[in-house]
């Protein structure tokens, strides 16, 4: 059994992620400000054996004579467009701050940390699929910056204490990940979709729908987050971690609707400022080291989905 520490834990993906670790048998802190995420994702771990929970925001210290941990994972930032662009400096922030932070934490401690980092260090790409020694598209000036740069900097912070001070360092590459928990007000494309299609209403398109993303089921991507961190000591990564199966967003709103049954209509909104016009990832090297590639299609991962949000907005009402 592993003392484990996951920031963002009580977020859409980190709750999902201290529940895994906890069927493996691993005691588990979860520290999360509940900036977006929520209490809610994480209640029916409060009971069990080997969970806590601290709020704490990751911008701030955490004091390591009060804890202990063989392995760190660092998930705490707003991951959904309008969340992070509310309030851009805080994302800088945490992404910068929190991961000087949070590095400093693993050093005292002699942990392994993780970085959650994310396919929007790509930018709007001019390769297609992605492979992780590309360098990326991205604007240092427009509204998503805030977020892919402050990432780009949490990788590079990764590296140098990994180079300077000897930490066992891994950094991961998220593409679109989807799944129960997520929040139905988060602004990404598929709770919005789902969301708008279990209410009757027009489903939101931005653009004509041709951009194209790639969906990872969130069981599949935690998987890959853990098969990452136990990798051996010498890999740090960067590593993409998505399902290389490319849909349009068009592609997506039909599969939805048919799924929920829904007699919603389309509205074609202007495509938002330095939106991807592409995203798939190249997975080969998570398939070479980790051994780890994506089990659940879009249409089953979606049907799961929809099933939970579903029960969501029935509670809600």
Same mark, same amino acid.
């Given at each position: 059994?592993?003392?484990?520490?996951?920031?963002?834990?009580?977020?859409?993906?980190?709750?999902?992620?201290?529940?895994?670790?906890? /069927?493996?048998?691993?005691?588990?802190?979860?520290? /999360?400000?509940?900036?977006?995420?929520?209490?809610?994702?994480? +209640?029916?771990?409060?009971?069990?054996?080997?969970?806590?929970? =601290?709020?704490?925001?990751?911008?701030?210290?955490?004091?390591? $004579?009060?804890?202990?941990? /063989?392995? *760190?994972?660092?998930?705490?930032? !707003?991951?959904? !467009?309008?969340?992070?662009?509310?309030?851009?400096?805080?994302? @800088?922030?945490? &992404?910068?701050?929190?991961?000087? &932070?949070?590095?400093?934490?693993? +050093?005292?401690?002699?942990?392994? *940390?993780?970085?959650?980092?994310?396919? $929007?260090?790509?930018?709007?790409?001019?390769?297609?699929?992605?492979?992780?020694?590309?360098?990326?598209? =991205?604007?240092?000036?427009?509204?998503?910056?805030?977020?892919?740069?402050?990432?780009?900097?949490?990788?590079?912070?990764?590296?140098?204490?990994?180079?300077?001070?000897?930490?066992?360092?891994?950094?991961?590459?998220?593409?679109?990940?989807?799944?129960?928990?997520?929040?139905?007000?988060?602004?990404?494309?598929?709770?919005?979709?789902?969301?708008?299609?279990?209410?009757?209403?027009?489903?939101? =398109?931005?653009?004509?729908?041709?951009?194209?993303?790639?969906?990872?089921?969130?069981?599949?991507?935690?998987?890959?987050?853990?098969?990452?961190? &136990?990798?051996?000591?010498?890999?740090?990564? !960067?590593?993409?971690?998505?399902?290389?199966?490319?849909?349009?967003?068009?592609?997506?709103?039909?599969?939805?609707?048919?799924?929920?049954?829904?007699?919603?209509?389309?509205?074609?909104?202007?495509?938002?400022? #330095? /939106?991807?016009?592409?995203?798939?990832? #190249?997975?080969?090297?998570?398939?070479?080291?980790?051994?780890? @590639? !994506?089990?659940?299609?879009?249409?089953?991962?979606?049907?799961?989905?929809?099933?939970?949000? +579903?029960?969501?907005?029935?509670?809600?009402?």
């Amino acid at each position: 059994m592993s003392r484990i520490i996951v920031t963002g834990g009580a977020g859409f993906l980190g709750s999902h992620l201290c529940e895994k670790l906890l /069927d493996l048998g691993h005691a588990v802190l979860c520290v /999360d400000n509940l900036h977006t995420g929520r209490e809610a994702n994480i +209640r029916h771990l409060l009971d069990r054996a080997g969970f806590e929970f =601290v709020r704490h925001d990751i911008t701030l210290p955490l004091h390591p $004579e009060r804890m202990e941990a /063989d392995q *760190i994972y660092n998930l705490a930032c !707003p991951a959904s !467009p309008p969340r992070y662009q509310a309030d851009p400096i805080y994302t @800088a922030e945490t &992404n910068v701050l929190g991961a000087l &932070n949070m590095l400093r934490l693993a +050093r005292s401690l002699g942990a392994r *940390i993780l970085q959650a980092g994310t396919s $929007e260090v790509y930018g709007d790409p001019a390769e297609h699929p992605q492979t992780e020694s590309y360098r990326g598209n =991205v604007s240092t000036s427009g509204i998503r910056a805030c977020y892919d740069e402050g990432k780009r900097m949490a990788e590079t912070l990764f590296f140098d204490f990994r180079r300077q001070h000897g930490v066992e360092t891994k950094v991961a590459r998220i593409f679109n990940t989807y799944g129960p928990r997520m929040d139905p007000g988060d602004g990404r494309v598929v709770s919005n979709f789902i969301v708008q299609a279990l209410r009757g209403e027009d489903i939101t =398109v931005y653009g004509d729908g041709s951009q194209t993303r790639s969906f990872c089921y969130v069981d599949d991507l935690t998987e890959g987050l853990v098969r990452l961190m &136990n990798s051996p000591p010498e890999f740090a990564g !960067p590593v993409n971690l998505g399902n290389p199966a490319e849909f349009t967003v068009a592609d997506l709103a039909g599969m939805v609707v048919a799924l929920t049954g829904s007699r919603s209509g389309t509205i074609f909104l202007p495509l938002p400022q #330095d /939106d991807p016009a592409r995203r798939r990832p #190249d997975i080969s090297l998570a398939k070479r080291v980790l051994d780890w @590639a !994506p089990a659940v299609g879009l249409e089953d991962g979606l049907k799961k989905t929809v099933a939970w949000f +579903r029960e969501e907005l029935a509670r809600g009402q």
